[in-house]
């Protein structure tokens, strides 16, 4: 009989492995259930030894992390000699409360922060490349010119949040409720916002790229001087939204509900507009030329110097749209299934006189 010493993978106890010459038998059946419970027994003292330092070390982590917030502080304050600048990659915070701390310009890139209470916190200008925010409240926190690229901020909590000209890139923020959030200036590209909560969000002057808003609340929401492309606003919901502008190229707001919706003055070109319901939208002087309306609500919306050429309104209903002219439903495609402004069907014939509006039904 020989004995092997080897490691047990997940612990650095010793794995003694008995093996008879002659390949078994009953004694090394025994033996090796000898062993089973050895390396059991083992197991069950790790796991007890982990509850027991994890149970020392939650409130030791809160006093430490008091500590490092202070020297923060003292830093942030000029004091270079006693502060200390908070530096920490790839750290777990799951579920610690730091509301209304002073953490700005903090280099945190990595760090896991699930279900932790970032409530009113000032993390501006801080590298939270890769973080995970799930469920994390962040209500009134400051993440101004912040780097957030790769985040998770899915199902997180960040009302009236301030995150202008933040840089998210490719982040996840399915869920997130954003309501209020200001991100005036900021970039946003290739991110996840599909049912995101975001009514009165203000996103003056910010940058959307390929970035899907399906499903999203934005009534009321702020998108003066926007620039999005290639963005989906699927089925999103953007009630007295103001869109104005901005632009907005080959965007898609099919079935999106933009009743009263503001889009003067923006470029709107080859927008997909299939299904909406667009009742008393604001197009005035707005940039269509090849929007698609198949099949959209335009019931009193207004069109007074819209570019239209090429713009799609099969399908669509029309009455009661107005100042629009009858060059610009001769430059736009309709046929016997669109309902033009005067509430009779298509397709538009010149000097017919269907461009003025009749009531709205």
Same mark, same amino acid.
């Given at each position: @009989?020989?004995?092997?010493?080897?490691?047990?993978?997940?612990?650095?106890?010793?794995?003694?492995?008995?093996? #008879?010459? +002659?390949?078994?038998?009953?004694?090394?059946?025994?033996?090796?259930?000898?062993?089973? &419970?050895?390396?059991?027994?083992?197991?069950?003292?790790?796991?007890?030894?982990?509850?027991?330092?994890?149970?020392?070390?939650?409130?030791?982590?809160?006093?430490?992390?008091?500590? %490092?917030?202070?020297?923060?502080?003292?830093?942030?304050?000029?004091?270079?000699?006693?502060?200390?600048?908070?530096?920490?990659?790839?750290?777990?915070?799951?579920?610690?409360?730091?509301?209304?701390?002073?953490? *700005? +310009?903090?280099?945190?890139?990595?760090?896991?922060?699930?279900?932790?209470?970032?409530?009113?916190?000032?993390?501006? &200008?801080?590298?939270?490349?890769?973080?995970?925010?799930?469920?994390?409240?962040?209500?009134?926190?400051?993440?101004?010119?912040?780097?957030?690229?790769?985040?998770?901020?899915?199902?997180?909590?960040?009302?009236?949040?301030? =995150?202008?000209?933040?840089?998210?890139?490719?982040?996840? @923020?399915?869920?997130?409720?954003?309501?209020?959030?200001?991100?005036?200036?900021? #970039?946003?590209?290739?991110?996840? =916002?599909?049912? $995101?909560? @975001?009514? *009165?969000?203000?996103?003056?002057?910010?940058?959307?790229?390929?970035?899907?808003?399906?499903?999203?609340?934005?009534?009321?929401?702020?998108?003066?001087?926007?620039?999005?492309?290639?963005?989906?606003?699927? /089925?999103?919901? =953007?009630?007295?939204?103001?869109?104005?502008?901005?632009?907005?190229?080959?965007?898609?707001?099919? &079935?999106?509900?933009?009743?009263?919706?503001?889009?003067?003055?923006?470029? @709107?070109? %080859?927008?997909?507009?299939?299904?909406?319901?667009?009742?008393?939208?604001?197009? %005035?002087?707005?940039?269509?030329?090849?929007?698609?309306?198949?099949?959209?609500?335009? /019931?009193?919306?207004?069109?007074?110097?819209?570019?239209?050429?090429?713009?799609?309104? %099969?399908?669509?209903?029309?009455?009661? $749209?107005?100042?629009?002219?009858?060059?610009?439903?001769?430059?736009?495609?309709?046929?016997?299934?669109?309902?033009?402004?005067?509430?009779?069907?298509?397709?538009?014939?010149?000097?017919?006189?269907?461009?003025?509006?009749?009531?709205?039904?």
């Amino acid at each position: @009989m020989r004995r092997e010493y080897g490691e047990t993978p997940g612990n650095r106890h010793e794995d003694v492995v008995f093996r #008879t010459d +002659k390949g078994g038998g009953r004694e090394g059946a025994v033996l090796n259930i000898f062993r089973q &419970q050895e390396v059991e027994l083992a197991q069950e003292e790790l796991a007890k030894e982990f509850d027991q330092k994890f149970a020392e070390e939650v409130p030791a982590l809160a006093a430490r992390w008091a500590r %490092r917030v202070e020297l923060h502080g003292l830093w942030l304050d000029g004091n270079k000699r006693e502060g200390v600048q908070m530096s920490v990659a790839d750290g777990t915070f799951t579920g610690l409360s730091l509301p209304g701390v002073r953490l *700005s +310009k903090s280099v945190m890139p990595g760090g896991t922060w699930l279900e932790a209470d970032l409530s009113g916190t000032d993390l501006s &200008q801080s590298e939270l490349q890769r973080s995970d925010f799930r469920r994390t409240s962040l209500n009134r926190a400051d993440l101004s010119e912040s780097e957030l690229d790769e985040s998770n901020f899915e199902q997180a909590w960040l009302l009236g949040a301030n =995150l202008s000209e933040a840089k998210l890139g490719n982040c996840r @923020m399915a869920g997130a409720n954003l309501g209020e959030a200001r991100l005036q200036g900021a #970039t946003l590209t290739q991110c996840d =916002l599909t049912m $995101a909560q @975001m009514a *009165s969000a203000a996103l003056h002057q910010a940058r959307l790229y390929s970035s899907n808003l399906s499903g999203a609340v934005l009534d009321g929401a702020n998108f003066y001087r926007v620039r999005a492309q290639l963005c989906r606003f699927f /089925q999103a919901q =953007l009630v007295e939204a103001n869109l104005s502008y901005g632009s907005f190229t080959d965007c898609d707001f099919s &079935q999106a509900e933009m009743a009263r919706v503001n889009c003067q003055n923006s470029d @709107m070109s %080859r927008a997909q507009f299939t299904r909406a319901k667009l009742r008393s939208a604001d197009f %005035r002087n707005t940039k269509l030329s090849g929007a698609d309306f198949c099949g959209a609500q335009l /019931q009193g919306a207004r069109f007074q110097g819209a570019q239209l050429l090429a713009a799609d309104f %099969r399908d669509a209903n029309l009455q009661g $749209a107005r100042e629009m002219t009858a060059d610009q439903l001769a430059l736009a495609r309709t046929d016997q299934t669109t309902i033009l402004p005067n509430g009779t069907a298509g397709p538009y014939m010149k000097r017919s006189g269907a461009e003025k509006p009749g009531l709205v039904r």
